[in-house]
């Protein structure tokens, strides 16, 4: 009985829950400037919003703790 009740809650909880969406539909990142605490090579900060999956930022020798900050010129909601 236990068992029945625990799984038509999980299912209440399945069916009640509403769908997530994106928080934006644009990008807002995209093409803003970004800096760093360390860039290592070629993976520069400007990797993060230039909108290519390929590129991305990487911190030197891998040393933590590091941060990267974008400024999106205004404040969002």
């Known amino acids: 009985m236990r ?4 799984a038509l809650a999980l299912l209440a909880g399945v069916l009640i829950t509403p769908p997530a969406h994106a928080a ?14 360390t860039v290592h090579d070629v993976y520069r900060a400007a ?20 941060w990267v900050q974008i400024d999106l010129g205004a404040t969002h909601t």
């Open 3 to 6: 068992a029945l009740l625990a």
């Open 24 to 37: 934006a539909d644009t990008n807002l990142a995209a093409g803003k400037n970004a800096t760093a605490s």
């Open 47 to 66: 990797n993060v919003t230039d909108a290519d999956q390929a590129t991305y930022w990487e911190s030197t020798s891998n040393a933590f703790p590091q």
